[in-house]
């Protein structure tokens, strides 16, 4: 018995996340019929979780020296042509509303599940056939068409674009499937990383940071040539926050990550005056007037200075060295936490082998790469969203 012949589309995007969803409405809507197959139950998953319910779905902020690539010009293109203005001019036709958080962030009034359901909407006014809960199996390229074998039969159109993500959070579903289309048809992949992760350390480290997990402080953290000012959280296996978040994706494993406490304070001159005013104030309870107690114990007991220790009785050198040790204070952490808990993941298909306009292979015409599997990795704050637009934008233009 022969098999049933595969279901004919004009597209097919593999992966029901920001990019694929975006991606296939957008074709849908210019007239192409397109299928979305996914092995997942759900959609958009990512979305659903991104900033705790709330998606960081873009950033004003949006500029190509906010991405990682070993090609830092090649995402310019497409986020120039689709900017975080068409992303809120979207949301704002289906009545959905926003907010801006520090650095510009923007995140949904109407939290994730709302943008979730707009980019439903917008497959289903495409008429896209989103097909979840579909095992791929097999992709094939003859005679220019492209042929997904999946549990639930074949799918064959003319063009394909891969949207299926990276491995950050294998939970949700993550796999290497990308980076296994993207080898078969001749493309390189820049080696994969774990990013926007927090860090791990071992030994006296460990212990110390463990012993004063919750505990929150701004820093500057610099690492890989790279520096980022924002909040740093201390932890049960090492540190996290949105400063860590960031540099974690420029550190390289053995490297040291150099922390300021309190960036812009002059924390020698706030002791030294301190010292003056209040001289029989202890060093714990002058160190508390700038850090959480629990951290400033930490960091009395790591220099071997007495917390009960007046000030009075302490040098202005002594006063300096503590400073000095809060505002380059180098940790080397073990490593991260891997794709576990990453946000997303570095490196990925190589850009050489992609047209920075249409996302489209250079080997084999027809086949896309959109989204977190190109090796194009934002910032923490709603970037890597604005890329999965953008790119999916560029993928779904029609060739002129």
């Known amino acids: 018995m022969s098999a049933a012949p595969p279901f004919q589309y004009d597209a097919i995007v593999l992966g029901a996340g920001a990019a694929g969803l975006f991606c296939a409405a957008r074709m849908g809507q210019a007239g192409q019929r397109v299928a979305v197959l996914d092995h997942a139950a759900k959609p958009a998953e990512k979305v659903r979780i991104s900033g ?18 070993q090609n830092p010009h090649f995402a310019k293109s497409a986020l120039a ?64 068409m492209y042929t997904v074998e999946t549990g639930a039969g074949a799918f064959a159109a003319p063009k394909l674009v891969v949207a299926t993500g990276g491995l950050s959070i294998p939970k949700m579903g993550a796999s290497g499937l990308a980076y296994d289309i993207a080898r078969q048809f001749g493309h390189e992949i820049v080696p994969t990383r774990a990013a926007l992760v927090p860090f791990v ?108 220790a007046r000030l009075a009785d302490q040098s202005h ?43 489209e292979s250079r080997h084999v015409p027809g086949l896309h790469f959109i989204g977190e599997c190109v090796d194009v990795t934002g910032w923490l704050g709603g970037y890597n969203f604005q890329w999965a637009w953008a790119s999916a934008a560029a993928a779904a233009e029609r060739p002129s």
């Open 52 to 69: 705790g319910g709330r998606c960081n779905f873009t950033n004003l902020e949006t500029a190509a020296n906010r991405f990682i690539s």
């Open 81 to 144: 042509r689709y900017t975080p203005w068409d992303f809120t001019s979207l949301m704002a036709a289906h009545g959905l509303t926003w907010h801006e958080k520090a650095l510009g962030q923007l995140f949904c009034d109407q939290k994730s599940g709302a943008i979730i359901q707009m980019l439903l909407d917008e497959l289903a006014k495409g008429q896209g056939d989103l097909r979840l809960g579909t095992q791929i199996t097999a992709v094939t390229h003859a005679d220019g």
């Open 201 to 308: 350390f071992t030994g006296a480290d460990h212990e110390d940071f463990a012993s004063i997990s919750g505990v929150a402080c701004d820093v500057r953290a610099a690492a890989g040539g790279a520096a980022f000012e924002e909040a740093m959280l201390f932890t049960h296996r090492g540190l996290s926050g949105p400063a860590i978040l960031q540099i974690s994706s420029y550190w390289q494993p053995g490297e040291a990550v150099a922390l300021t406490l309190l960036p812009g304070t002059d924390i020698a001159g706030k002791l030294k005056e301190t010292k003056q005013g209040r001289p029989m104030l202890t060093l714990a309870s002058a160190l508390e007037g700038l850090l959480a107690k629990r951290l400033a114990d930490l960091v009395l007991r790591r220099e071997g200075l007495s917390p009960t």
């Open 317 to 359: 050198a002594t006063l300096e060295g503590l400073a000095a040790s809060l505002t380059n204070w180098q940790v080397r952490p073990a490593g991260t936490e891997g794709y576990r808990t990453a946000e997303v993941t570095a490196g990925g298909v190589d850009t050489a082998g992609l047209s920075s306009r249409t996302m």
